[in-house]
């Protein structure tokens, strides 16, 4: 999403956009049937005019890195919206996976829904450029096949990695927000795994700052700052959280669920409130909403409905009010995991 669309806080944005040290450049848009050799696009110094047709959570994120690193940074945006994943891989990946391609490409329309066809235009020709990292903010068009997703995703990583020579390239997404779509709980919770079974991944949470209705949040900045984050602190060793709570391991005892978190640092709540969305059961689907306390390190949550919890969902809403922070007021990933009495991870 650019400036082009409503956006909280522009105003601001654009006043604060002049910087020598930033530099943008946008791929032309340009769907292709094979492999390109070349791309449009242009150079230009951050201002209150070239951002305003630019990614504007890559702008920030390229904002937060310069302000902390104090050095030249750029930024090269491929991306065209409301596009699946298939589109961005190349056609050798996705027939490795045997998942429909066209056998004939010629007599096959293009579109920037065929796949391929934004590899081929807008990806193959900087493949192999002089880059730190990728970043990643899609997947509205995927969300309602999780499991092809994943394949799809991980092959896209490990692909893209292979086209820059370094399979260590730091690759950073935004988890999917909140949205009144069924779908979107499942693919939340599928990308926090995600994150977790890739090398050099960070996922940036913004549950919390989504809109019931729009698919397009229309809080640019946090996104922005908590990809950086990821950047900051596994790049360039700072010594800050990259991330809200996630979820690590569960015991039971005594009837209640005690959660622990990597990046839980003071666990706290964005209201000042008991932790909510939280949610118990005993069989697997049959859920009923949970109490719940911070303890230290730890969540405590419990049911007088559920004394044996075997699992254990948070902010599984579509459309998310779950409020559980750390001391960085960083917001903790939607997540499910099963748990018998000891320690285990998330299925």
Known sequence: GSLNQPVLHANDILMDADNEQIRL????????????DTCRGQWKTASS?????????????AKTLQKQLKVPVGMIETSWGGSAI???????CLESMNISVPNDFRNFKVHRRA?????????????????????WYQGESNAHHVQLHERLFKLLVQSWRTYWDNPEMPFYFVQLSSLNRPSWTWFRDSQRRLMQQLPHMGMAVSSDKGDSLDVHPRDKRPVGERLARWALHCDY???????????????????????????????????????????????????????????????????????HPVFVRYGWQPFTRANLVNSA??????????????FRKSH
């Open 115 to 135: 796949p391929s066809s934004l590899y081929n235009g807008m990806v193959a020709p900087i493949a192999g450029f002089g880059i730190r990292g990728f970043l």
């Open 25 to 36: 450049m946008r791929i032309a848009r340009n769907a292709q049937l094979i492999p390109q």
């Open 237 to 307: 060793n700072f010594d800050i959280l990259p991330s809200g709570p996630l979820y690590q391991s569960a015991q039971v005892k005594g009837g209640k669920v005690y959660l622990k978190f990597d990046y839980g640092d003071g666990l706290t709540t964005s209201n000042g409130q008991s932790p909510n969305c939280f949610e118990v059961a005993e069989v697997a689907g049959l859920y009923y909403p949970a109490k719940a306390i911070i303890c230290g390190d730890k969540v405590i949550v419990w049911s007088e409905h559920v004394p």
């Open 329 to 342: 007021d960083l917001p903790a990933s939607t997540f499910q995991c099963k748990v018998v009495g000891s």
């Open 49 to 61: 005019v070239s951002i305003r047709y630019f990614s504007l959570v890559g702008y920030l994120f």
């Open 86 to 92: 298939q589109p961005w891989m190349s056609r050798e």
